[in-house]
């Protein structure tokens, strides 16, 4: 039982942060670390020095062009480039829809998407959940009807991340009304160019445009498309979010995120004297920290399993469900560290060339919009509540 | 990093569940508790002879060595056990400061007896105005002669009317609050002056008020440099609470799998009750703090080898503070998911839940140690 990183991980540990140091553009971690918006540009710059790097990719093996790190490495450069404030790779190529083409993909599919993936010229969205099918997935309507070489698609994507950018979408698909709903879903690559795609923004409640709608309206997808075989579709969704999950501790955010909490309380005054010095606001951030070092040893355990079977087990719900209840108590603990200045809605001030005046202090203005926002992290990805039903029936047996 | 048990942990692992499986059965130990107020002689016999006695000892000092993962193979399985015999006072505590702090003389009396289970220790260092806060310490020792002579009050002193001696914090110097001047005494338990008012405890072990009225002891009865025991204590009350973390969890693992059996086997509206989803996602909340809690006993095992005892008392505080508070959950949650049977003498769940409530209450509570943590966090620099 060791819990020290051994020494070659400690120099991998060097290795990152020097690199991360050098390559990291500051005003792009200056714009993560003080909640700005970010741009598609912004994303890619940082997913292209990665990629430059060849560390884009740090779950892939070596054979697709990841660096065939061990589940400690990954977590260690995660660590690092959240500390570093560097804005997070998005996962829906890299991490979710990857995966599923390394697996179950045919060689062309793996030839054409993997490479563009990595270099960032491909930017992915989800395509899972419909108006009607959030939990429950496996009803989903949106239909792929075969006509020669080509599905012709209609239904209705929702939730989707930052598809207002995306270049693909893999979606869930059904080609099937036979036996079980499970039975008939296929996993299908579609072009956001194809004519019949349609983008609609979803405004949300803290007023910015993360997520949209996507409709499918007799768009043609030619075949070769099909990922797998037709109504299998289930088991590669199924296999996609047991990846997914791995990662959602956020053990390093989280941490960033905690140490910017403190900075925030020690600045701010409550009767005239450190924010800090109120016992019962610093007891909650206590309480938090406490529990992000519960679940980081956590995540280290289930890593270090992970290491030895290669296989996400459903003690990944574990995390997903700290995870996401973590971040928003860090959200939470933000916005209310600034007291009333939480109230004020000055839109500019999240774009990172406004040089107007700021209302309160100069950091205020995310952080209700965060909080807000952040009540996603409990339902997205397979709610909290959908993560207890895995774990009562896969680890407990119930 | 490596969280895999090595060859030698899984056997010392296999040793003591045996053990207990075989000779500290539930209804052995109520039995043995009925018959009167001493706890086993015999148990401790044959825990000395399986050498566990001797984990964390020193093996020049005749112990089997050892380190705190050791502890905490030894304490999960005890908890888990409800074992009421000295173990922490004696050799967690007991031993523990006197490998810590003791001279050669001190070390050679005390610890090859304890590991043979021949002598008890127990440590006396709370006190009743202290509540936990460990540096806060009236009694007080004064120079008499080429000795000491001791007056004062230590409260809730676990197993004090078995123990030999009684390690004693007093203070050389000094005010009650101060870090310095507080020194460490080895007091014979017979000696004259010493007062033990002992009683049982909730969960059926056995703890005593102790009165020092003017007891004298040689200066070789003192443990370490004058004045400077807090440092000591300090190291005392972290490896006790990592071992605590450690039983805590077995208990919480214990409450878990027989609260997850219930729900499989107890039937109302003509179903198992595992199946009504309501329960279900209060059995995986369940476990989810398990399986963070032993990740906390883990990081605090793992805390005592470090050489910053600021670090060190951090991460036993953080394991403490979330193992209190997930072993709460566990215990109230295991009893309600029972039902009324849960409630009951005749059921094991309700003395692992009483057990972790004792355990919370020792040393200082989850709110003790998350506030410890939050005035570390005060202290922090930017």
């Excluded at chain 1, 445009?209 to 590669?236: C, M, Q, R, S």
């Excluded at chain 1, 955010?253 to 004297?273: Q, T, V």
């Amino acid at each position: 039982m060791d819990l020290e990183y051994s020494a070659g991980e400690r120099a991998f540990r060097d290795e990152v942060r020097a690199f991360v140091q050098r390559n990291l553009p500051a005003d792009l971690a200056a714009k993560v670390q003080e909640g700005k918006r970010l741009s598609r540009d912004d994303f890619l710059r940082w997913h292209r020095i990665l990629a430059g790097q060849g560390w884009v990719a740090p779950g892939w093996p070596k054979e697709f062009g990841g660096p065939g790190w061990t589940p400690v490495q990954q977590h260690i450069f995660d660590e690092e480039c959240s500390a570093a404030g560097a804005p997070f790779v998005l996962p829906f190529g890299v991490r979710m829809v990857a995966p599923v083409i390394q697996r179950f993909g045919n060689s062309a599919q793996k030839e054409y998407f993997l490479p563009r993936i990595l270099s960032g010229e491909h930017w992915w969205c989800q395509g899972y959940s419909e108006p009607g099918s959030g939990s429950d997935l496996a009803s989903l309507k949106t239909r792929a009807v075969r006509q020669g070489d080509h599905y012709v698609v209609n239904g209705q994507k929702t939730w989707n991340t930052l598809g207002q950018y995306a270049d693909w979408i893999f979606c869930l698909v059904r080609t099937g009304t036979e036996g079980k709903p499970q039975e008939g879903i296929s996993f299908l690559l579609i072009d956001m160019k194809t004519p019949g795609v349609t983008v609609r923004p979803i405004r949300t409640l803290e007023g910015e445009h993360e997520i949209n709608e996507i409709w499918f309206e007799d768009a043609k997808v030619p075949v070769a498309n099909l990922v797998g075989e037709e109504n299998k579709g289930w088991t590669y969704a199924k296999f996609l979010l047991g990846h997914e999950r791995t990662g959602i501790a956020g053990v390093g955010r989280s941490k960033r995120e905690l140490a910017k909490l403190k900075e925030i309380a020690r600045r701010e005054r409550s009767g005239g004297r450190p924010l800090m010095e109120d016992a019962r606001f610093r007891d909650r951030i206590a309480q938090v920290e406490i529990e992000i070092l519960a679940l980081e040893v956590t995540n280290l355990r289930v890593l270090s399993e992970e290491g030895k079977q290669r296989t996400p087990g459903p003690e990944a719900s574990i995390l997903k469900v700290r995870g996401s209840e973590i971040q928003q108590s860090l959200s939470e603990l933000m916005m209310h560290a600034v007291g009333q200045y939480a109230l004020p809605h000055v839109r500019e001030a999240l774009d990172a060339d406004w040089t107007g005046e700021p209302v309160g202090p100069d950091y205020a203005a995310p952080l209700a919009g965060t909080y807000f926002n952040f009540r996603k992290t409990s339902i997205y990805s397979g709610s909290n509540e959908i993560q207890k039903n895995i774990i009562s029936q896969m680890i407990l047996g119930l | 990093m490596d969280f895999s048990l090595a060859e030698e942990r899984r056997l010392l692992q296999d040793t003591i569940k045996r053990y207990v499986s075989r000779e500290y059965t539930f209804e052995q130990r109520r039995k043995r508790l009925a018959a009167g107020p001493e706890f086993s002689r015999e148990v401790w016999k044959g825990l000395a002879e399986l050498g566990v006695l001797g984990i964390g000892i020193r093996e020049d000092d005749g112990g089997m060595g050892g380190d705190a993962f050791d502890t905490m193979i030894v304490m999960e399985a005890l908890g888990r056990a409800l074992v009421v015999e000295p173990y922490l006072s004696s050799v967690v505590l007991g031993a523990g400061v006197v490998s810590d702090a003791g001279n050669d003389a001190q070390r050679a009396a005390w610890l090859p007896a304890i590991a043979a289970g021949e002598k008890l220790l127990a440590f006396a260092h709370g006190e009743a105005a202290a509540r936990y806060a460990t540096s806060f310490v009236e009694t007080r020792a004064a120079r008499k002669g080429n000795g000491w002579k001791l007056d004062g009050a230590k409260a809730v002193v676990l197993h004090a009317d078995s123990a030999d001696a009684l390690v004693v914090s007093a203070r050389t110097g000094g005010s009650a609050a101060d870090r310095e001047g507080i020194s460490l005494f080895l007091v014979d338990t017979k000696a004259r002056g010493v007062g033990i008012r002992a009683y049982p405890t909730q969960d059926s072990a056995r703890a005593a008020e102790v009165r020092l009225d003017g007891v004298e002891v040689g200066d070789d009865m003192r443990l370490g440099a004058e004045g400077q025991a807090l440092p000591h204590i300090e190291r005392a009350l972290d490896r006790a609470n990592a071992a605590l973390c450690a039983e805590a969890i077995g208990i919480v693992e214990a409450l878990n799998e027989a609260t997850l059996e219930y729900l499989k086997t107890r039937k109302q509206f003509g179903q198992p009750i595992g199946r009504f989803q309501v329960l279900q996602h209060r059995m995986a909340d369940m476990t989810i703090k398990a399986v963070e809690a032993r990740s906390m006993a883990i990081l605090a095992a793992s805390a005592m080898s470090s050489a910053d005892p600021v670090e060190r008392a951090r991460r036993v505080s953080s394991a403490k503070a979330f193992v209190g508070q997930a072993a709460r959950f566990v215990g109230q949650q295991a009893i309600q998911l029972h039902g009324a049977i849960g409630m009951t003498d005749e059921l094991v769940v309700s003395h692992w839940f009483k057990r972790l409530a004792m355990i919370d209450v020792t040393f200082g509570d989850a709110d003790h140690h998350l506030g410890r943590v939050s005035d570390m966090i005060l202290a922090e620099r930017a």
